[in-house]
């Protein structure tokens, strides 16, 4: 299984290659591989790494190892649904089955490839439908990475930004650089670099000024969690800048796929929030120079929860989802994923 390194983007592009299902685990830990999506698929590898690794002949013990598994890497990222529902969907997969062991390990490795594959499909769906949104002469503010490299391939909230782009659209990005860990700074812009679409980086402390004086159309994120009254769960900043939006009249799109609603939780509050290494925000430098002073504490969440009052529509695969969010998302919970 290999992957990008994504810590060493943009000075370097290294691959990395994983052998097991702990060297997964820790990819996603250490932020190797992220993104909802990107994880969702890493982790369906990890457990088809898994069943191809345990040396049982046992179906009885297989089954109870490869859960054993699937547990481990779900606690790697507790936050992001698309993990745990990859994950789950293998396992229950490999379980409904009474074949034999060496099917059983097939059957892993051919679900996280479709998972894969779906992934993919869904992506471009979502750039389509998004694009629509789209105006030519849009600024967009776009938080954290939402782009081929949060995902499989194409990217959610950056795929609808490409895609609207690909149409001939002269659109313009504003690109919030998501402290701590500027994900917008380094692998966004690194990102539009490489496709030739206009962008400028701006702090995340900026987004406010640029919406109010109207230098800025649109804003545009992705989703770790959406809860089934369509609170969003996304990385830290992106409830302020849904409020600073909002208080100008300026629309709010979240791009995520249906796997990311998490119909368990009622609202965003019941979602249990990541909280990261403090060094994250501690490890700081300007110009070279420690930015705090010796012994100084941090908190690290990584993601906030956005409201659904905030946001003006939900794309996804399925179509784009208007308030009332709560209906409105159960209503479209049976249709096709794929078209």
Same mark, same amino acid.
């Given at each position: 299984?290999?992957?990008? +390194? ?19 685990? +820790? ?151 998501? $402290? ?43 989703? +770790? ?83 659904? $009052? ?30």
């Amino acid at each position: 299984m290999q992957m990008i +390194d994504q810590r060493k983007l943009p000075n370097s592009l290294e691959i990395v290659s994983l052998h097991s299902h702990l060297e997964v685990v +820790d990819a996603i830990k250490d932020m190797i591989v992220r993104g909802a999506p990107a994880i969702g698929a890493a982790g369906a590898f990890g457990i088809a790494l898994a069943a191809q690794q345990i040396p049982t002949r046992s179906i009885v013990t297989f089954k109870k190892s490869l859960t054993k598994a699937g547990d481990l890497i779900i606690s790697s990222r507790p936050t992001a649904v698309n993990l745990a529902w990859a994950v789950t969907r293998i396992i229950n997969k490999v379980h409904a089955s009474n074949e034999s062991i060496d099917v059983l390990k097939s059957i892993a490795l051919s679900e996280a490839q479709l998972i894969a594959d779906e992934d993919i499909r869904s992506n471009k769906k979502m750039g389509q439908y998004g694009a629509e949104l789209i105006q030519a002469g849009d600024s967009i503010i776009h938080h954290c990475n939402t782009g081929s490299l949060a995902v499989v391939e194409w990217g959610t909230a950056l795929g609808v930004i490409r895609t609207a782009y690909e149409q001939g659209k002269n659109i313009h990005v504003l690109v919030d650089e998501t $402290r701590p860990r500027l994900q917008g700074a380094r692998l966004t812009a690194w990102e539009l670099k490489e496709y030739g679409i206009p962008f400028h980086v701006i702090s995340d402390n900026m987004a406010g000024y640029f919406l109010q004086t109207r230098q800025a159309t649109k804003v545009l994120f992705g989703a +770790d969690r959406i809860a089934a009254n369509g609170d969003v769960v996304n990385k830290i900043g992106s409830y302020m800048l849904a409020l600073a939006a909002f208080d100008n009249s300026v629309p709010v799109y979240v791009v995520a796929p249906f796997s990311s609603v998490d119909f368990s939780s009622n609202d965003g509050f019941q979602v249990d929030i990541e909280e990261r290494d403090p060094e994250e925000v501690l490890g700081l430098q300007f110009k070279g120079e420690q930015v705090f002073p010796k012994g100084t504490r941090a908190k690290n969440p990584a993601f906030d929860i956005t409201p659904n $009052r905030l946001i003006t529509a939900i794309v996804t695969e399925k179509g784009i989802v208007y308030p009332p969010f709560q209906k409105n998302l159960q209503a479209i919970r049976s249709a096709p994923s794929i078209c």
